[in-house]
């Protein structure tokens, strides 16, 4: 009997510890928790009012280094505990979030971003699952690649990265690619005509002439966004040099977290359907170190009871035009 009642405990004790190490184990509960994120459950926030999280505190051009080295399947999953080695705690702003719906319609030139409605190319209200994505992911493209030369004229595009995403949004304030990172993946992508498309070969040769490329990214939910809505701030409220630092993680993502200003203007887009995409600048080669990016970040919202989880493709692009002056982009006559 008692043999038994110790083989109970012992198989008791082993699931507890695996249900309590799985969450954490695929990246879904935050390593780093800042005292603020403790009393957040505490502190009555308006409905208008959210919080953001931010690194306010971090010095200049950090790098993050991994022992094991890069791992496919770490990438953004492995973040939270590589971000640990920033040894800074990150910082949760209450802000205030204009509503798009409400809104004048920003623009690529003014705010650095805008958001459209589209025309899905993948069928008539398909289900997008992690299994089945592929037969998605070129359409996708082709459409993200149209939306973006048909808002800014592009001469041609080419895909930096297309990531579904289906769970574990990052919540936390960021652009995608440092001007390190974009000069480092042009630089690359440049160094060969072997395999390339035409439209990739069109693409080499203006940036070899020097013209004018910008990344941009296109985000689209692939179901109604119910929870973990996207937020974005204006770039005519940020200081692109003092307001953000660059991070670079494992050498191979470069990218940049930003502090929080009580001038920063924030939007978000309630009830975000499949057929609405946001267009966003994150590099722009133009401005001066080419440092000109929309931050953005996920947020802990929602307006339904047991909201399903966040659903999203997003496709990074870089674009490149025949002329460094495009009447639908930012002139980077003034700063902030």
């Given at each position: 009997?008692?043999?038994?009642?110790?083989?109970?405990?012992?198989?008791?004790?082993?699931?507890?510890?695996?249900?309590?190490?799985?969450?954490?184990?695929?990246?879904?509960?935050?390593?780093?928790?800042?005292?603020?994120?403790?009393?957040?459950?505490?502190?009555?926030?308006?409905?208008?009012?959210?919080?953001?999280?931010?690194?306010?505190?971090?010095?200049?051009?950090?790098?993050?280094?991994?022992?094991?080295?890069?791992?496919?399947?770490?990438?953004?999953?492995?973040?939270?505990?590589?971000?640990?080695?920033?040894?800074?705690?990150?910082?949760?702003?209450?802000?205030?979030?204009?509503?798009?719906?409400?809104?004048?319609?920003?623009?690529?030139?003014?705010?650095?971003?805008?958001?459209?409605?589209?025309?899905?190319?993948?069928?008539?209200?398909?289900?997008?699952?992690?299994?089945?994505?592929?037969?998605?992911?070129?359409?996708?493209?082709?459409?993200?690649?149209?939306?973006?030369?048909?808002?800014?004229?592009?001469?041609?595009?080419?895909?930096?990265?297309?990531?579904?995403?289906?769970?574990?949004?990052?919540?936390?304030?960021?652009?995608?690619?440092?001007?390190?990172?974009?000069?480092?993946?042009?630089?690359?992508?440049?160094?060969?005509?072997?395999?390339?498309?035409?439209?990739?070969?069109?693409?080499?040769?203006?940036?070899?002439?020097?013209?004018?490329?910008?990344?941009?990214?296109?985000?689209?939910?692939?179901?109604?966004?119910?929870?973990?809505?996207?937020?974005?701030?204006?770039?005519?409220?940020?200081?692109?040099?003092?307001?953000?630092?660059?991070?670079?993680i494992r050498d191979v993502e470069r990218v940049r977290y930003w502090k929080h200003t009580d001038k920063q203007k924030?939007?978000?887009?309630?009830?975000?359907?499949?057929?609405?995409?946001?267009?966003?600048?994150?590099?722009?080669?133009?401005?001066?170190?080419?440092?000109?990016?929309?931050?953005?970040?996920?947020?802990k919202y929602h307006r339904v009871e047991n909201p399903k989880p966040?659903?999203?493709?997003?496709?990074?692009?870089?674009?490149?035009?025949?002329?460094?002056?495009?009447?639908?982009?930012?002139?980077?006559?003034?700063?902030?």
């Amino acid at each position: 009997m008692h043999s038994v009642l110790q083989s109970s405990f012992a198989s008791s004790f082993i699931v507890a510890f695996w249900l309590c190490s799985l969450p954490q184990f695929l990246g879904v509960i935050p390593s780093i928790i800042s005292p603020r994120l403790l009393d957040s459950t505490v502190i009555d926030i308006p409905e208008n009012l959210v919080e953001l999280k931010f690194y306010d505190q971090l010095s200049d051009h950090v790098s993050i280094k991994s022992e094991s080295g890069w791992n496919f399947w770490k990438d953004w999953r492995g973040l939270n505990k590589d971000l640990e080695k920033l040894q800074v705690a990150p910082f949760l702003h209450v802000i205030k979030l204009q509503d798009l719906r409400k809104s004048k319609m920003p623009t690529l030139k003014d705010d650095g971003f805008t958001w459209i409605t589209r025309r899905s190319t993948s069928g008539k209200n398909p289900t997008i699952t992690p299994y089945n994505r592929f037969w998605y992911e070129d359409r996708l493209i082709r459409e993200a690649q149209t939306i973006v030369k048909d808002l800014t004229g592009a001469a041609a595009t080419v895909v930096q990265k297309a990531e579904f995403r289906f769970n574990s949004p990052i919540d936390l304030v960021h652009s995608d690619v440092s001007p390190e990172g974009a000069k480092a993946f042009v630089e690359a992508f440049t160094q060969s005509f072997f395999y390339k498309t035409k439209e990739e070969r069109k693409f080499i040769n203006l940036i070899k002439e020097g013209k004018r490329y910008v990344f941009i990214n296109i985000w689209m939910p692939l179901e109604t966004v119910e929870r973990d809505p996207l937020a974005l701030c204006s770039t005519s409220s940020v200081n692109q040099a003092e307001d953000s630092k660059d991070v670079n993680i494992r050498d191979v993502e470069r990218v940049r977290y930003w502090k929080h200003t009580d001038k920063q203007k924030w939007y978000y887009l309630p009830d975000q359907t499949r057929d609405e995409a946001f267009v966003f600048i994150q590099h722009d080669s133009k401005a001066k170190d080419g440092r000109f990016a929309v931050p953005h970040t996920s947020f802990k919202y929602h307006r339904v009871e047991n909201p399903k989880p966040r659903k999203s493709f997003e496709l990074k692009l870089v674009a490149v035009f025949n002329s460094d002056k495009v009447a639908s982009l930012p002139d980077h006559a003034r700063s902030p």
